[in-house]
């Protein structure tokens, strides 16, 4: 479950409340809409790549921690993010393998997907709700027209999904491009990520791949 949280850290993103003023909740059919337009945006541009800036709150902690990067996917299940600054840090998975690497220690974990349903689950349904694909599967769903866009609400149908995320929120501009979301952790935290520069462009294979440079220690928490 550690590992599920730490992964969940990695992948987040802002969520305001429904009941805001100025937020529109859509029909069901407004919503399937939405979903289907979504569905469609993937399938034009199966890549993405931003900027993100983002915010950890906790109660452990007296003030927010901030941190800037890049992140990217490639659809169905390939993904890049990459924390820049003095506590720099890689996530990166090419459907088959996850890695995690820190630069600043020299060590670096790697899981092999399938061997544990819970945890494919999870990620799987964490990197649905930044692409929305197969997002049904994973969330009960509401959706809100707002000013110069979207706003949509995941909560997790499965037990396990529900141990590692309270609340995911993912607000979208009028062209769908994730713009900001908000991860809200079962005991209340929350992780704030404000997304910028969105680039639908191709994006070459080794973007997601990682090889462990001479030095670098690997473990398998997992196991091989």
Known sequence: MKLLLRFTLCCTFALTALAEPRSTPLSPPERAELLHRLEALRAKFPSMEANFSEQ??????KKPVT???TIAFQSPNKFRREVTGANPSLTVSDGRHLWIYYPNFKEAEEYTLGQRAMFDDALAAITAGLNFGHVETFYNIEAARESG???MVLTPKKGNLKRVLAQLSVFLDNDLNVTRTDLTLPKGDHIVTAYSNPRHTPLAESTFEFGAAPGVHVTHPLGK
């Open 67 to 69: 941190s800037n990067g």
């Open 149 to 151: 866009g979207y706003l």
């Open 56 to 61: 950890r709150g906790s109660h452990l902690l």
